[in-house]
């Protein structure tokens, strides 16, 4: 076999289906008591064991973390948003500085979200039709118009390790009509996706859509699972529905995707989340959660989220979480922390930051021996029977709080 | 000689003369055509070359960075402020928690300064007298009263190694009759620390004032010098005054402090301003000024500062300073720091700090080389021949940035 030309390679993995080669996925271990699975993605950045848990890059960064800090956590794995780099620095000033790995500074894996779910959440006009999205910069207002073809080609540009398809993201309180017309629209952004991806070295998963509605989140899954994708996303969840309505929408989901095929859950980031999706199948987590509490100083203990400016800290000689092996329970008391907060000195939303990101990546960990061992029910048990969710109304206020600060954070 | 209590020990230290033994300073070298000098501080946390440039870490951090990132710019001396520890979290909490040192995980060198200048610069409402000062506090206006005793008392709680008398800092263009006041009491509030000061393993600095008037900067420095303190800072200058004066002032002072003990700088931070002094007998530096303007964009080249903003670096892939060895330099191009200060994104705020102290340090440690090769003169002349100072309106304005945000960062 004589090849000419790296068109003519990709062509041949495609052809005789070697693309996987590159970018694969791999079951190690399944729990005998629930859906939750060890495996490995692979990808031309290394090897990134499942479940796991990408911290948010957005804008080329982690927020407030250096690329070698984000490694030391034991992180090999990101996200970064092309709606966000699009619009700054721009997708050609990335291609022309070497593609986004070189520009960030970060070596290992990168998968990038295609934006929709930000162009429909963010953005501040948009206008809809089958063949894309015309949309206001939430920046400055400036008028773009973007189609699935476009959104493969700035993500080929960006060269991420795994990509995703456009989707059309409606709200949870959308009607049937309204979300079942999204959702078709979705499986057509999926198919024209697929045809426009030339890059074989990336994996173009697939976003399954359907809002609260079990039959399209059916029909969903079964659509986009006969396109043969490398991987499949559940989008549109965990955008203010119930709880239990998230958790069935998993459910529904997963079970008519593929086994071989990794699971990404979009946007879910609180442990006690993170574990029951993983009891139901889903191998890849994102969210800002973990590192935008963080800079509002809420840390993660295995008890639950604790506010560091409770006045209870301030004078406690102790880290945050006694025994954590991250670089802030090493090396810095829960009062200097506290201090820190107090003073809204930049270094404290730092070391929420790399504590709250070490907090995740080693439950994920303990979570990953777990279902290699066969002890995940016990653990996920014993988790949740200590771990006290943060309740709805701080939640909101965070939220609140965060939305106020943006601009300067 | 028999010893049984700490105390014994101490007073039998001060009494032959040995206190030095624990916190000294050497010459090394000194320049034939200028009066720069290469020296060591020896402290209880280490040795510390001179020239030496202290990072800023007034409330126990220097801004954005953790102590590991200062050390591993070759930092070894930092400085920590009595006025804002002692407000927030307070001196006991720090007492309590083991010490300053511990409490920001820093192992080397710590000046503290006594806060004087921040009362009379900070706090809204202040009432002096000679028995000591009564301040509002700048952050909830509550009112405390301190004395020259209980600064003294105070930084021997925090523990640095070397601390700072309690001084009255007039404005630049306070009269003659108003500065002289301030400036003797200044020398009785010295005299007052001195004879407080118990803890033997710190140095105790005297400040010298005068404001702008050469005869009265010539009194302090003749009277404070009569009272053999192991070093001198050279204070209330660089305040608003032209810098010829400035550089006057200066001269006016190093004469009749003597050869054999430091000589601190406060407050004086910019690289030419920095080497004009050096070649004028000074030793020791400290500003907020690289970190500050690092937070603004304001990036030290060897060709002067540059603002990362400018259009000119949104597609440089080449680092701010070519060839620079700071972990910023090393790793990103110019156009990904655009890129994070144009999404004020908090890495920016680091990364540009990062290379602003590595661009002092590297600079001081170039200075100390020259002073030792004896070409200072020769690397002065060419440092400044490159150089171009940034112009007082571009300061001011940079100040003016840095004052609107300062709550919030």
Known sequence: MRLTKIEDFSGCLKGIGLANNLNSFRLIQTCPQSEARAGELLTPHGAVPTPVFLPVGSQGAVKTLTPEEVKALGINMVLANTYHLYLRPGIGVIEKLGGLHKFMAWEQTILTDSGGYQIFSLAPLRRVSDEGVIFRSHIDGSQHHITPELIVQYQESLGADIIMALDECPTYDD???????????????????????????????????????????????????????????????????????????????????????????????????????????????????????????????WQGRRNISNAAYSQMEQPVVPGCNCYTCRNFSAAYLHHLFGCDELLAYRLATIHNLGFITDFMAKIRGAIEDGTFRSFKDNFLANYQPTDEQIRLSQKQKWRERRNFR
Chains 1, 2 share one sequence.
């Open 175 to 301: 009607s049937l009509e309204k979300v079942e017309e999204a959702t078709e629209r979705t499986h057509r952004w999926a198919e024209r996706c697929q045809k426009a991806h030339q890059r074989r070295d990336q994996a173009l998963y697939a976003i399954v859509q359907g809002g609260i509605f079990p039959q399209l989140r059916r029909q969903s899954a079964e659509y986009l699972t006969s396109l043969d994708f490398p991987g499949y996303a559940i989008g549109g969840l965990s955008l203010g529905e119930p709880k239990e309505v998230t958790l069935a929408m998993i459910e529904e989901t997963v079970a008519l995707l593929p086994e071989s095929k990794p699971r990404y859950l979009m946007g879910v980031g609180s442990p006690e989340d993170i574990i029951e999706a993983i009891a139901r199948g889903c191998d890849i987590f994102d969210s800002a959660l973990p590192t935008r509490v963080a800079r509002n100083g809420a840390l993660f203990t």
